[in-house]
Nanobody
C-alpha cells in the first residue's frame, strides 16, 4: 500500500520560511516523479512544484525563486523549502505521485 505523509506545516509570519517534507512508503520511490500541490480556501488544488525521477525541477510562476523542491532517494522523501512566504501562500499543501496517490495534506498559514 502506497502511503505519503506530509509534515512541517504551521503558522509563519510574512517573509518567513518553512520546510515541508513528504515521507513515501510502499513504492520504489526513485522511479517516480513527485509533485507538491496547494489548495487555498475556496480555490482549486494547483501544482506548486515537481521533481522528476532524475532530479529535473519545475515550478509555478508564483513560487519561482522562493520555493525549492528536492528529493532524497535514500530516505524516500521529497521536501519543499519555502522562503519569503506571502499571505497568499496560505493553503493546505499536498504531495502527490501522479496517477498513484496523494498525501493527506499539511496546513501552511502565513499571517502576522
Amino acid at each position: 500500500q502506497v502511503q505519503l505523509v506530509e509534515s512541517g506545516g504551521g503558522l509563519v509570519q510574512p517573509g518567513g520560511s518553512l520546510r515541508l517534507s513528504c515521507a513515501v512508503s510502499g513504492i520504489i520511490f526513485r522511479f517516480y516523479a513527485m509533485h507538491w500541490y496547494h489548495q487555498a480556501p475556496g480555490k482549486e488544488r494547483e501544482s506548486v512544484a515537481s521533481i522528476s525521477s532524475d532530479g529535473a525541477t519545475n515550478y509555478a510562476d508564483s513560487v519561482k525563486g522562493r520555493f525549492t523542491i528536492s528529493r532524497d532517494n535514500a530516505n524516500n522523501r521529497v521536501d519543499l523549502q519555502m522562503n519569503s512566504l506571502k499571505p497568499e501562500d496560505t493553503a493546505v499543501y499536498y504531495c502527490r505521485i501522479p496517477s498513484v496517490s496523494w498525501g493527506q495534506g499539511t496546513q501552511v498559514t502565513v499571517s502576522s
